[in-house]
Antibody
Framework: QVQLVQSGAEVKKPGASVKVSCKAS????????LHWVRQAPGQGPEWMGW????????KYARNFQDRVTMTRDTSISTVYMELRRLRSDDTAVYYCARDAVYQLPDFNFDSWGQGTLVIVSS | QSVLTQPPSASGAPGQRVTISCSGSSSNIGSNYVFWYQRLPGTAPKLLISYNDERPSGVPDRFSGSKSGTSASLAISGLRSEDEADYYCAARDDSLSGPVVFGGGTKLTVL
């Protein structure tokens, strides 16, 4: 079965960077886009971007374009999301989510990681 | 402030039918598919409804989705205690808000 397992919680100071990992298993890693979605306390989810695990190509949301980088390591079926210049309002649970459609970003998220809590506090 | 508007809360007694609304605009719900996600306490979100009204494998037929114009609805019939969760709608968005937007979520309480 499809599984996405994320790295553990992080506490960071404002201005620092965080890198969250998401290890995929149970399916062909290169076949499905992986997205990152975050949810701040009391707010709805917010899409951050996607990565094509086959090519490494990425697309980022406008709000994060200059602060986020998504990468992948195909040898261990893992994608990473790095967010720089952290602010207190970046405090949120960060999820990776698999797109349901083969080799297309359809924004139909059929499997999700367990979430990684990132706290930004001085 | 989420682009799609959902009521913050909904409730119903076991066995009842509950509907959760999701309101958007012509750039999102009005011209794109709607998806619904369920997040049980302490767990990752789960895809509940795809493409307005399709249930992924394993989702009970007590859950149904519909769309009309710039609004969508999730209906849950035969309410059970295990349905108590947060529910989110999502849709592609063709404006600068896109490419995908979410609702703020509705917390469903089973009385």
């Amino acid at each position: 079965q499809v599984q996405l397992v994320q790295s553990g919680a992080e506490v960071k100071k404002p201005g620092a960077s965080v890198k969250v990992s998401c290890k995929a298993s149970g399916y062909t890693f290169s076949g499905y886009y992986l997205h990152w979605v975050r949810q701040a306390p009391g707010q709805g989810p917010e899409w951050m971007g996607w990565i094509n695990p086959e090519s490494g190509g990425t697309k980022y949301a406008r709000n994060f374009q200059d602060r986020v980088t998504m990468t992948r390591d195909t040898s261990i079926s893992t994608v990473y999301m790095e967010l720089r210049r952290l602010r207190s309002d970046d405090t949120a649970v960060y999820y990776c989510a698999r797109d349901a459609v083969y080799q297309l970003p359809d924004f139909n998220f059929d499997s999700w990681g367990q979430g990684t809590l990132v706290i930004v506090s001085s | 402030q989420s682009v799609l508007t959902q009521p913050p809360s909904a409730s119903g007694a076991p066995g009842q039918r509950v509907t959760i609304s999701c309101s958007g605009s012509s750039s999102n719900i009005g011209s794109n598919y709607v998806f619904w996600y369920q997040r049980l306490p302490g767990t990752a979100p789960k895809l509940l409804i795809s493409y307005n009204d399709e249930r992924p494998s394993g989702v009970p037929d007590r859950f149904s989705g519909s769309k009309s114009g710039t609004s969508a609805s999730l209906a849950i019939s035969g309410l059970r205690s295990e349905d108590e969760a947060d529910y989110y709608c999502a849709a592609r968005d063709d404006s600068l808000s896109g490419p995908v937007v979410f609702g703020g979520g509705t917390k469903l309480t089973v009385l």
